[in-house]
């Protein structure tokens, strides 16, 4: 059994929970979060907060516990607080802008690269550095990893999109024949 999993799912303050008999809603300042419930396993709330309770000794069981706990607890968290990557362009003539909610990425390919953001998911960009923001910690997540994918940083000059703070693992060029 996760031992995470053992202990409940704490309620941020301000977010109000809806336990369906297949979802579980979370509503908060951020914005509104639904969780499906996962088979083998169900939620109850009590007043320390949401409680995951497996049915059943079979594997899917035990991993559906945790995972499902996992979810719960991240959709608490982003209707909450809500989650936020940021990612860094490095590389002359690399920039980025926004055409309403359509990001624009020139990565030296011929045409610039567009991409629409998933729904609920907003991008921002202040000059080399993009602002992937949420309340789904998975969408969050994917889209900034889409827009990595654009253009990775390579690891002869460390040209590229990258997570910020991300260490590039530079190669060392063709050296000089003597």
Sequence with gaps: MSRLAKKPVTVPAGVTVTIAPNEVSFKGPKGEERVAIMPFVEVNQT????????????????????TMWSLLRSAGEGVSKGFQKNLEIQG????????????VLNLGFVNPVKYQPLPGVDVAVDKNIIKVSGTNKGAVGQVAAKIRSFKKPEP???????????VVRMKAGKKASA
Excluded: P
């Design 92 to 103: 002359v003539g690399f920039r980025a802008a926004m055409e309403g909610k359509t990001i």
């Design 47 to 66: 007043s320390e907060g949401l409680v995951v309770i497996r049915r059943g000794e079979s594997k899917q069981a035990k991993a559906n516990l945790g």
């Design 156 to 166: 002869y000059k460390g040209k590229g999109i990258r997570y910020v703070g991300e």
